[in-house]
């Protein structure tokens, strides 16, 4: 994430480290000035899209294919195709049959008593045109590999991702279907503000969980893409990770029968969170500007700028490549296109796999 010629200028001439608290209310003031200021840049940015011109970065930059698992969801429910049978989760006293699991206007809620009482349009959503927003972001708002964590987020926030996503300013980083976008484009242009406000109100009262283990290796199980994510083969040995970020669930069963409980594991190459953490506490010496400088202390979040410690590390690069692409190119968010502007693929997987060990 480049930093900011000013915020290094004003490190240099007052001697404080960039953690420190008065430079740190500078560079959110920078910050804040950098977005009322670019926000014509975002107007011209987003008619330049429109007319079939590359966003600034989208040319010259290639979001990597392996970022985007996108066969189709094949995957057999708790090992069977009966859409009849009770099926079940560890510590849960629901059942739902996979007919039930199938349905985008009814959230499978194993764990009431972990969470408050879902409103109507985050349980079930308004047919045809609205999905159940807790389908594909659960009940607790913690989310999957494939879907957003929005637990936690402010509403203000996930108010104005929604605005930007039905007006094309955050769109994903790769071109090509992937369905989970797909779906949460169509709704954010068919919601109406009081349903994305009361949806926003809900999940911004939510606590993220712990739900991601990073492990550091240079070979993981044999993979295939099933259902918009990483699926391990069975009895077919490994494979080797090279420089990507492969998260898969911890229990695919459990993860097909949407249990938020269930968790994930993202393999990242060796050194990866230790490299992360020089970029995202330091600033790589100077290259960039510590992620705390916006996003906290602890990198839970400060005002309107989102938390991003503990979340999918999946998600963290998928942002960190719509940023580098330009694919988010809505006026809070250039200041993130020009921080990472130079940022390399292996230094935002480290960065997302860093994050990732981090509580939320």
Excluded at 22 to 39: K, Q
Excluded at 72 to 86: F, I, L
Excluded at 137 to 148: K, T
Aim: glycine share 8%; proline share 9%.
């Amino acid at each position: 994430m480049t930093g900011s010629g000013a915020v290094r200028d004003q490190a240099r001439s007052t001697g404080l480290r960039p953690s420190h608290p008065f430079l740190m209310a500078i560079t959110a003031a920078l910050t804040v000035l950098t977005w009322i200021g670019v926000a014509v840049a975002a107007d011209s940015a987003t008619s330049a899209a429109s007319s079939g011109d590359a966003p600034p970065g989208e040319a010259d930059f290639v979001v990597p294919a392996w970022a985007y698992p996108t066969t189709s969801p094949a995957v057999a429910v708790a090992g069977t195709t009966d859409d009849t049978v009770p099926l079940h989760v560890p510590d849960s006293q629901a059942t739902y049959t996979r007919a039930q699991l199938k349905d985008l206007f009814a959230t499978p809620d194993w764990h009431p008593d972990d969470h408050a009482a879902m409103p109507g349009i985050v349980a079930h959503g308004r047919k045809p045109d609205v999905y159940a927003c807790a389908y594909c972001h659960l009940p607790d708002g913690s989310g999957r590999p494939e879907n957003a964590p929005v637990a936690g987020l402010p509403a203000a926030y996930i108010v104005q991702q929604v605005r930007d996503m039905a007006s094309h300013r955050r769109r994903s980083a790769w071109n090509g279907s992937y369905l989970p976008s797909d779906l949460m484009n169509k709704l954010a242009g068919n919601a109406t503000e009081a349903e994305i406000a009361t949806a926003a109100t809900y999940f911004s009262t939510l606590r993220m969980p712990r739900k991601v283990d990073v492990v550091e290796t240079n070979r993981v199980p044999a993979m295939s893409a099933a259902g918009w994510l990483y699926v391990p083969i069975a009895d077919a040995g490994d494979e080797p990770l090279g420089e990507r970020l492969v998260e898969v669930a911890r229990d695919q069963e459990r993860h097909e029968l949407r249990d938020s409980a269930n968790g994930s594991i993202a393999y990242v190459p060796p050194g990866s969170v230790a490299r992360g953490r020089i970029i995202v506490t330091t600033g790589a010496n100077g290259r960039a500007v510590p992620c705390a400088s916006c996003h906290g202390t602890d990198l839970r979040g400060v005002g309107l700028i989102p938390p991003i410690a503990g979340r999918s590390p999946t998600y963290i690069l998928r942002q960190l490549l719509a940023f580098r692409s330009g694919a988010r190119s809505a006026p809070a968010g250039l200041p993130m296109q020009q921080l990472v502007a130079h940022v390399e693929l292996n230094d935002m997987v480290a960065i997302a796999a860093y994050l990732g060990t981090l509580p939320p």
